[in-house]
């Protein structure tokens, strides 16, 4: 099989797959990248995630996490509910977590992929990811030519907004490269001036993790910062402002996939029911979800910060 059907035959599974776009890039060292995250680093940037300190190799060089890697693939998927929480005083969840949590959704159709590509092509060495480990997803998107890395440093698609999980495959195999294409944003600053903790910097294109409200509702383990009272604007898990206020996504259309349709409960929920929250309700409504990642208690500890 030729470069060509390999790509067209690459291409096809991920639209049989159920995802909407696809790029491929050169599997190579990312040098400026490399600089970008190793600035903002040093300057402390990601808070209390010292992960993102790990792995710095990995993190700019597909060929340390598959020896002989030739192509990155880029994949995404739309997460993009069309009903939201009903109550509109009720603390506020990302809508990426409405659903199954999608770590385990995608993860499955990658392996399903792998699997094809192999059985048609013949034994191709390679790696799966989604958010699991350390790769510069939105760089590879960006390199692949699947949109570019706006203002909120979120991945814009040209025709469909940025309300999408990224995933890659990373393999051994040679494809024909896509490119990148040209950003779009213009002197648009709407995401600069809607973000409540001013976690994007003035001119845009650097986020500050430290001050994110995602950061503090998920990934920070202890108590959030008194000074950061009445700046969340009743977000309880994660934050979509930036998004929301994006003209790109006035393109969204709802997802296709039934996984990520929430718990019949979730969106009827009224302020006084996640207040009220017990351990039970929490395990019932979040089963399988990506909010479990913040426990029931950091879950209480957001909504009673939210009620100060």
């Not at 990248?33 to 710095?56: C, D, T």
């Not at 399903?112 to 192999?118: D, K, M, P, Q, W």
């Not at 600069?192 to 986020?207: F, M």
Request: glycine share 6%.
């Amino acid at each position: 099989m030729n470069i060509q059907s390999r790509t067209k035959l690459v291409k096809e599974t991920a639209y049989k797959l159920g995802f909407e776009f696809v790029g491929i890039a050169k599997a190579e060292k990312m040098e400026e990248e490399s600089r970008n995250l190793e600035e903002w680093l040093k300057n402390g940037m990601h808070g209390n995630m010292q992960y993102m300190e790990n792995h710095f190799e990995k993190r700019t060089d597909p060929t340390k996490l598959v020896e002989g890697a030739k192509s990155v693939i880029t994949l995404l998927y739309n997460y993009f509910p069309d009903k939201q929480q009903e109550d509109p005083l009720a603390p506020r969840l990302a809508k990426y977590a409405y659903g199954k949590d999608y770590h385990f959704v995608i993860k499955d159709k990658l392996k399903a992929f792998l699997e094809v590509i192999s059985t048609e092509i013949g034994e191709v060495g390679g790696r799966c990811f989604v958010d699991s480990a350390p790769v510069l997803e939105r760089d590879w998107a960006k390199r692949s030519g699947l949109g570019w890395v706006g203002k909120n440093t979120l991945l814009i698609h040209p025709k469909r907004g940025s309300f999408f999980f990224l995933a890659e495959l990373i393999i051994d195999l040679e494809l024909e490269l896509d490119g990148p294409i040209k950003d779009y944003c213009g002197r648009c600053t709407r995401c600069i001036e809607a973000c409540p903790t001013e976690a994007i910097s003035p001119k845009g294109y650097i986020l500050d993790g430290s001050k994110c409200i995602s950061y503090f509702t998920i990934e920070l383990k202890e108590s959030i910062p008194e000074s950061y009272q009445d700046k969340f604007e009743n977000w309880m898990f994660g934050c979509d402002i930036c998004q929301d206020v994006c003209p790109w996504n006035r393109f969204s259309k709802k997802h296709n996939e039934s996984e990520f349709e929430p718990h019949p409960d979730l969106l009827k929920m009224k302020k006084e029911d996640w207040e009220e929250i017990t351990k039970d309700v929490f395990q019932k409504v979040f089963r399988k979800s990506a909010v479990k990642r913040t426990k029931f208690e950091g879950l209480k500890r957001n909504i009673n910060f939210l009620k100060k």
